[in-house]
């Protein structure tokens, strides 16, 4: 131990495999304060914004809240809290285009700021003393604190840690070109930084705590010496600038020389590393009570006017801090949420500032073919291994690429996908300029998703194999006690005491009961109300309904016979009736006619002086009388003929018997 510090003060420290030296390009907002930007139109929050859950919704559309007040809640220790940034009304709640390297949407709420920026109530602590550690990691925890370098573990997880603490590291490194929103915090802030560090101290009780910070931040590193200048326990250490010191790994093996094993947490080794921005909103938080709801970006590029540092709040849409920083809209092309090795460009400039932010990069033309650039010349690998030699995880990336194409995920975790640090270094060095990282990165999330989906049948497993435990045990025990029970009334009943005796009648009693009740329910009337005896009675009064109504309809078919018999007779009868007396009136007709004929035709007498013409007119009329008397004779003579045709019919059709009456045309008689 005493080696390691002692090199320290001598300025001596370890390496750690691979790295690279980009252009650094802080320049563009190192010389700039941090400028505090006007809250937006609208504030757009994920649930999630760290690694892990995110917690119980607490507010609804159309709810006013303050500024701080926390907005979602939970007891799980990897559920952190998001709080309002600002005052306003939530306007919505809904899927929205979130910080991802995928682009990915989630949930989020929406604030209509009210521009009044009022506060909730706070309570400003002013004796630290007085607070426990259960208290400071409480208000950690409440206070939505999770880590502001990059990855964005739960704060409370990593400072609730029960190993003993050797070293507490914080991270003040920033290697990524162009950032430099930490730098500025330290030279602006290092009270505040130093007081979360005390904090920490508290809470940890490290034997050792070492501040780690790049060369190329001088002023900095100044004032941090400066500001630790009385705490013997605070080294600052200054590192070469070479990237990705800032890795976690690779910070702690330059530091301790320790390098952390995969899939070991550091705390096991007694290191926890905390981010310098996260020192200081852990300050904010515990001493003025303000939760995690802003913090310093570094907007830079050379396609803005304006490249600085500013306080964003949570929430505010990319776009809108662009605007702040001249961002021609003509040049809304190409936007990168963090720097250029380890962001990851944007699909739109909605998406929010989050806890995790440090830098919106607008690039110009130029820049873009820089090579920082990866992904538009892709070619063929060609087996150089230069990313391998960068690789400061000591990874292959060629392998892990081939792997992520082919999606094979287990010889993905064979190659220890999971300790790629997505560092960038390896396209970075790339001549077939193969975007690496973003192959691990769609790896990475495919396999966490599978894990989740075999975590979640897992847990369906063992939920029914429990549950059918379950359901087998309460059976045994259920029959267990009722042979308990009966065992223990049958042994109640033989002891022959009074109790017994009593218990005896009283089932006989009982049991007469029952019976009695039985035998009036039979003898009472059906009612309306339906039991079992009044089925029964139903039943048979409908049995003999039926029979009844059998019996009635044979009788019926009986006598159909008899009254079809007796029906047709009286129809041949009255019929040969009416064919009699249409003859009759007929022969009447057809006399009367003649008779009116007759009456008609005068009678012509031959007197002297008649001409021939005279005598043949008389002549002719005569004998159309006789030929009316004689059509008058054939009608009468017709109509007789059918009245007995049809009277001829009838016999025939009574001579039928009963059962052939049917409705079909006669047959012909067979001879
Ligand atoms: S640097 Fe690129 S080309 Fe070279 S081995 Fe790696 S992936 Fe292949
Ligand atoms: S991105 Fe991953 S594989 Fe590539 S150099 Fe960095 S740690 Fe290695």
């Not at 981010?275 to 515990?286: G, K, L, Q, S």
Request: charged share 25%; hydrophobic share 35%; glycine share 6%.
């Amino acid at each position: 131990m005493g080696s390691v510090i002692e090199r320290i003060k001598r300025g001596h420290f370890w390496t750690f495999h691979g790295g690279i030296h980009p252009p650094e390009q802080k320049f563009l907002t190192t010389d700039k304060p941090i400028r505090a930007v006007s809250i937006p139109e609208q504030l757009i929050l994920p649930l999630q914004q760290h690694i892990g859950i995110s917690a119980d919704l607490q507010v609804n559309v159309g709810d006013k809240v303050l500024k701080g007040q926390a907005l979602t809640k939970s007891t799980h220790p990897m559920a952190v809290p998001i709080h309002a940034p600002t005052s306003g009304t939530i306007s919505a709640i809904k899927n929205a285009v979130i910080a991802h390297p995928s682009g990915l949407s989630e949930l989020c709420l929406f604030i209509t700021p009210d521009g009044e920026d009022k506060w909730r109530e706070r309570k400003i602590c002013t004796d630290l003393a007085k607070l426990t550690d259960n208290d400071l990691i409480d208000k950690i925890s409440s206070a939505g604190i999770s880590g502001m370098g990059g990855a964005g573990f739960p704060t409370q997880v990593k400072v609730s840690t029960h190993e003993k603490i050797k070293f507490l590291i914080i991270n003040a490194a920033e290697c990524e070109p162009y950032i430099t929103a930490d730098d500025l915090l330290i030279r602006e802030h290092s009270p505040s930084i130093l007081d979360g560090i005390n904090i920490l101290d508290s809470i940890l009780s490290p034997e050792h705590i070492l501040i780690g910070i790049e060369d190329n931040k001088p002023e900095a590193i100044k004032v941090l010496q400066q500001t630790t200048a009385n705490n013997e326990k605070i080294q600052v250490c200054v590192l070469p600038t070479k990237y990705p010191t800032g890795g976690e790994k690779q910070l702690i093996q330059l530091l301790t020389g320790q390098e952390v094993p995969a899939g070991v947490l550091p705390s096991s080794l007694g290191i926890v590393m905390q981010n310098i921005a996260t020192c200081f909103a852990i300050a904010d938080a515990v001493i003025n009570d303000i939760p995690l709801i802003k913090r310093v970006v570094t907007v830079s590029g050379q396609a803005l006017q304006k490249p600085q540092n500013v306080w964003s709040l949570l929430g505010t849409p990319v776009g809108y801090l662009l605007e702040q920083c001249g961002y021609p809209n003509k040049d809304k092309k190409h936007i990168i949420m963090g720097g250029p090795m380890m962001g990851y460009s944007l699909p739109t400039d909605q998406v929010p500032v989050v806890k995790t932010t440090n830098c919106i990069l607008a690039p110009s033309e130029k820049e873009i073919s820089s090579p920082y650039s990866t992904g538009t010349g892709e070619v063929e690998c060609i087996r150089c291994g230069q990313c391998s030699d960068v690789c400061p995880a000591q990874l292959l990336p060629q392998e892990l690429q081939w792997s992520a194409k082919a999606k094979d995920h287990q010889q993905l975790n064979k190659l220890n996908l999971f300790d790629c640090i997505e560092c960038g270094a390896c396209a970075y060095v790339c001549p077939s300029q193969i975007p690496l990282v973003n192959y691990y990165r769609i790896a990475k999330s495919e396999i966490r998703q599978q894990t989740q989906l075999d975590i979640k049948a897992e847990h369906a497993r063992v939920r029914f194999e429990a549950r059918k435990e379950r359901l087998a045990r309460d059976k045994i025990a259920r029959e267990e006690k009722q042979k308990a029970a009966a065992e223990a009334r049958k042994a109640r009943m033989n002891s022959g005491t009074t109790e017994a005796k009593n218990e005896m009648s009283a089932v006989a009693q009982a049991l007469a009961r029952v019976k009695a009740k039985k035998a009036q329910t039979n003898t009472q009337t059906p009612s309306n109300e339906e039991t079992p005896l009044a089925n029964v009675g139903q039943r048979s009064q409908v049995a003999a309904a039926i029979a009844r109504a059998k019996a009635k309809k044979l009788a019926a078919q009986q006598n159909m016979t008899v009254e079809k018999t007796t029906l047709v007779d009286e129809s041949s009868n009255s019929e040969q009736a009416v064919v009699d007396k249409k003859a009759k009136i007929a022969a009447a007709v057809a006399k009367a006619k003649a008779r009116k004929l007759a009456e008609k035709t005068p009678v012509k007498q031959v007197n002297v002086g008649d001409t021939a013409t005279d005598l043949k007119v008389e002549q002719v009329s005569n004998t159309e009388k006789t030929v009316v008397d004689k059509k008058t004779k054939i009608a009468a003579a017709v109509a007789k003929a059918k009245a007995r045709k049809l009277v001829d019919q009838q016999a025939k059709l009574a001579a039928t018997p009963s059962d052939e009456i049917t409705n079909e045309p006669p047959k012909s008689e067979s001879t």
